[in-house]
């Protein structure tokens, strides 16, 4: 059998953080941290873009499999040079903020969502908002299904939406990656915007948030390239 392993995509990524990529969210050499990364498809996506990826993901299973494609790709040395995989939780962020690590965009893909506790919760976006960079930017989606009735219902609290209106203010996604790049479909924040079609096996978010931290101290971002 032909083991040509660049002859097809071994994952399939979810269209939001494609269109990220596309939308110069991210870009090579960008440190990402993704939160929740369950099998590593958005991982190993980012990694093969050259961004510099620190994944993890509670379940020991979905971290194990995620390994285990990342090490049958260790023949694509960009992809094996840039992406760590582990086993952690919310307890994560506090070491990384610990560690005084900074990241030039923190992916969360439902995994906020889930936090039932809400100190839990406020201690988490604040995490957050001390592991980006200046400059950088916090991808949030959140899970509740709006209802027709009420388009913009998500499972944001009200708590919650006083802290990230605290912590964080609302970009555009942007078609380059410099700062006169024009901005487009823009997310308010607290609102509800519609996602791209559900890909790869995740569960589509009902809202997605492209925040920038804005008043936690940091330190400076990497430079973008033009």
């Known amino acids: 059998m032909n083991d040509n392993r660049n002859a097809f995509t071994p ?43 620190t994944a993890f993901d509670l379940s020991e299973i979905c971290i194990a499999h995620a390994r285990s494609r990342h090490n049958w790709l260790r023949g694509a040395d960009p992809i094996k040079s840039k992406c760590t995989f582990s086993v952690g939780d919310h307890l994560t962020l506090s070491k990384l903020a610990r560690a005084n690590r900074t990241f030039d965009l923190v992916s969360d893909r439902l995994v906020f969502s889930n936090i039932g506790n809400q100190r839990i919760r406020t201690k988490y976006l604040r995490d ?55 901005k487009r479909a823009a997310p308010i924040l607290g609102k509800w915007m519609p996602m791209l079609p559900h890909r790869g096996g995740y569960t589509p978010a009902a809202g997605a948030f492209l925040l920038e931290a804005k008043n936690l101290p940091r330190t400076s971002g990497s430079t973008r390239s033009t």
């Open 11 to 53: 994952y399939e990524p979810s269209a939001d953080i494609a269109a990220a990529l596309a939308f110069g969210a991210a870009w090579p050499g960008a440190r990402v941290l993704e939160i929740g990364c369950g099998l590593g498809d958005d991982a190993l996506l980012l990694a093969e873009a050259g961004c510099r990826v």
């Open 128 to 182: 957050i908002a001390h592991l980006i960079r200046r400059g950088g930017l916090f991808f949030l989606r959140v899970g509740s299904s709006p209802l027709p009735s009420n388009p913009v219902a998500t499972d944001l609290t009200k708590t919650d939406k006083a802290i990230l209106k605290d912590l964080f203010q609302s970009v555009g996604l942007r078609t380059g990656r410099n700062e006169t790049a024009k």
